[in-house]
């Protein structure tokens, strides 16, 4: 072990069917205040990247206003792998197809950063942009090709759920 402690942080982007205010996207924006506070509450979080608004949905990263950055730390892995899997925002991200077009490229990376680090926006593209073109390494991997944290020997686990245990935790 290297002595520092470690957190979890991650990236998802993902471009929007239709602005924000369109009955298409509406059910996804009626969710987020009551998600972003599931995650704020759940045991292991420790920061988001959110705006004056509470979300970070108004952040504009790119020239394409549709694309919405979602950003989080974590204390660890499984922290994060309950709330995305094992919470109520499981069924909200079931619908994900219906708010957001099917992205080419890497749109979720996970990392490992030191205790009390604040990632920015730059820095996970930046982790997006390894995965995308390098695959998965201790430097921006998956769930399904988790590293551990610095200073850990071992190999990448797989964290992804089991599609028969779904729904029955």
Known sequence: MTG?????????????????????VQPFFDAL????????????FIWRLKDEGGN??????????????NM???ADAES????????AHTPVMARRREFFERFQGAYQALWWIPAGT?????DALSRLWLLDRF?????????????PKPGLAGPPQDLRPDPWCMGRA
């Open 33 to 44: 205040d009551r998600i972003n506070a599931l995650a704020e509450a759940s045991p292991g």
């Open 56 to 69: 970070a949905t108004d952040i504009q990263y790119s020239p394409d206003p549709l694309l919405i950055p």
């Open 80 to 87: 994060l792998f309950d709330f995305v899997y094992r919470s």
């Open 118 to 122: 604040v990632p920015t926006v730059n």
């Open 135 to 147: 695959g998965p390494s201790a430097d921006a991997f998956t769930f399904k090709s988790r590293f």
């Open 4 to 24: 520092q402690d470690y957190h979890l942080a991650q990236v998802n982007i993902g471009r929007l069917v239709a602005p924000k205010g369109d009955p298409r």
């Open 72 to 74: 989080s730390v974590w």
